[in-house]
């Protein structure tokens, strides 16, 4: 047998994996913008990774190792917070928490500004349809908090089940396919 060329290279897979589990993690802002959904509302786009603890890096070190065999890879660490409407007020929580948890911080309508800034993440599970059609579970940041409250602990949230086609959360983060705006 001839030894492949990128052996040398390759990470090796051992079945074990790292899979962040509910609860809460102080996060941090990697990007953030402002979109508009398909059917015209404008969202906030949150890109983030666990700044601290056990899972520190957690949606970098994920997406460092999908984008060896895909190029097209998506970072994961994603949250989408709609700014209007019956959602104003989550939004307005959203923007509190992380004021609340970076000392000076004042929000001024640039959400520019908001990278590099902590917040306090509450991770619970989502059931998903995969390429098969059979629901799957993964744990995604469902609620922001100030890290305060996270280190305080917090109630882990019961899982999001499917209804029907559509899973979609309208008080936290929108499931959407739309690529995240960095990497």
């Known amino acids: 047998m001839m030894k492949p060329q990128e052996w040398d290279t390759t990470e090796e897979f051992t079945g ?3 899979f962040i589990q ?7 802002i990697k990007q953030a913008k402002v979109d508009m959904t398909k059917s015209g509302k404008e969202v906030l786009i949150i890109a983030f990774d ?3 603890g056990e899972f520190k890096d957690y949606y970098d070190e994920q997406y460092v190792k999908k984008v060896v065999s895909n ?3 998506k ?3 994603v949250y989408r917070q709609l700014t209007e409407g019956n959602s104003l007020k989550f939004f307005k929580g959203l923007i509190t928490a992380i004021e609340n948890s970076n000392n000076g911080y004042k929000w001024n309508w640039d959400e520019k500004t908001l990278t590099g800034k902590l917040f ?3 991770f619970g599970q989502e059931e998903y349809l995969n390429n098969n059609g059979e629901p799957k579970l993964s744990t995604k940041c469902r609620f922001i908090r100030s890290v305060e409250q996270i280190k305080q602990g917090v109630d882990v949230p019961p899982v999001k089940k499917l209804k029907g086609d559509l ?3 309208t008080f936290g983060s929108q499931a959407s396919d739309e690529p995240v705006p960095f990497y």
């Open 71 to 73: 190029p097209d890879a």
């Open 22 to 28: 509910p609860g809460g993690y102080v996060c941090r």
């Open 75 to 77: 970072w994961q660490g």
């Open 120 to 122: 306090g993440g509450v």
């Open 16 to 18: 074990e994996s790292r």
């Open 50 to 52: 666990i700044a601290e």
């Open 167 to 169: 899973a979609q959360d």
